[in-house]
């Protein structure tokens, strides 16, 4: 596959901010587009960074027909710059991809014209311990009839940000049980974007509540614990750590996999098994509820210190008094700076 480059005249590379403030709002120069039409994939190519030119009538804009990824490149100590297990985001947008009924995107256009992509901008990609660079692949419908249907054309764009090291505040979660996130049969288990914009009225409510965001329940039961807002959840209790089971309601994230593969190794027993809130509120009550914490791309590790439940609200221990997350979180970052071997061969070179 030909990838034709079309370098931006001067870098903005200058205006490269890794405060908190600014995370996802300065882009790299460059990004990386390709068409689809009929099922065959032409004009791969990266260019500056920059608007697209489409008719208000594309489905991706009409009928939500649009699916996303994220995922992160590290520099490591000896200054090389490495993926973070890209396949699997590849596999994850091309299931999204087939659940919304628009064409996969083909692994030589995500895989090397992302790694093109990143060594056209590789002076943006922050070094260990200032940070990483958040990558953005996005795919959407852009056939221009307003009938409803599968998709017949879409563009693929990637586009990315460097961000700088994310300490998060720790979360205080709402457990609702107006709203769900997602339903069975429902598409909780991929990443489109109309998965997101239904949850923003129940995440306003908890900010309402004086919380920072929402604890999701199943939404048969509203019974079963699934995810921490946009983030997979974990518990700590006694010693061991318990998540949810993958679903069709939960999304596979790629941090959750990496951290219970990275417990196993610790000698650390994770179970994956439905968890009720109720067991959460014993488990509590009896004060064996030690951690709580989210994970995904952004943050790797959330810590989770209060969950608001039927009007009360459950304290767990200090952010300060834990072990399990902090130390998960330590043989991560380690791992992805490469000052620890790679056993796993997670880290894919650009
Ligand atoms: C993307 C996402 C996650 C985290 O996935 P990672 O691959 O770990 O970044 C978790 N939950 C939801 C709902 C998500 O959209």
Redesign the pocket.
């Known amino acids: 596959m030909d990838i034709e480059v079309r370098r931006i005249a001067a870098s903005r590379i200058g205006e490269r901010d890794l405060s908190p403030q600014s995370f996802g709002t300065v882009f790299c120069d460059h990004m990386l587009v390709a068409e689809c039409q009929y099922s065959e994939w032409t004009d791969a190519r990266i260019e500056p960074y920059g608007p697209l030119s489409l008719p208000p009538s594309i489905s991706g804009l009409q009928y939500g027909i649009s699916v996303f990824?994220?995922?992160k490149a590290f520099r490591t100590v000896s200054g090389e710059v490495v993926l973070f297990r890209p396949h699997?985001?590849w596999e994850?947008l091309r299931r999204s991809c087939r659940r919304l009924v628009l064409p996969e995107v083909p692994e030589d256009i995500y895989l090397e014209g992302l790694k093109e992509l990143i060594r056209t901008d590789r002076d943006w990609v922050p070094g260990p311990g200032e940070g990483a660079l958040y990558i953005r692949p996005c795919v959407f419908a852009t056939d221009a009839a307003l009938r409803v249907g599968p998709s017949s054309a879409c563009r693929f764009v990637i586009f990315t940000c460097a961000v700088g090291q994310y300490y998060p505040a720790p979360l205080r979660l709402l457990v609702t049980t107006d709203h769900v996130?997602?339903f069975p049969g429902g598409t909780?288990n991929v990443?489109p974007a109309g998965?997101?914009a239904p949850a923003l009225l129940a995440e306003a409510q908890a900010r309402h509540r004086g919380f920072s965001g929402v604890l999701w329940l199943d939404g048969r039961e509203r019974r079963f614990v699934e995810?921490a807002?946009?983030?997979?959840v974990f518990f700590v209790i006694d010693s061991t750590v318990v998540t949810p089971g993958l679903s069709d309601t939960?999304?596979?994230?790629?941090?959750?996999?990496?951290v219970i593969t990275l417990l196993e190794m610790m000698g650390i027993p994770v179970e994956e098994r439905p968890v009720s809130i109720d067991e959460i509120a014993a488990a509590h009550a009896t004060g064996r509820l030690r951690e709580c914490f989210?994970?995904?791309?952004?943050a790797t590790i959330s810590h989770v210190v209060e969950i608001g439940y039927q009007g009360k609200t459950l304290r767990l221990p200090p952010v300060a008094d834990r072990e399990i997350a902090p130390a998960v979180l330590t043989r991560m970052t380690a791992l992805r700076a490469g000052r620890e071997p790679d056993h796993l061969g997670w880290l894919i070179p650009v």
């Open positions: 990824e994220g995922h699997e985001n994850r996130r997602a909780g990443k998965n997101y995810e807002g946009v983030m997979n939960i999304l596979p994230g790629i941090t959750r996999d990496s989210g994970t995904g791309t952004a």
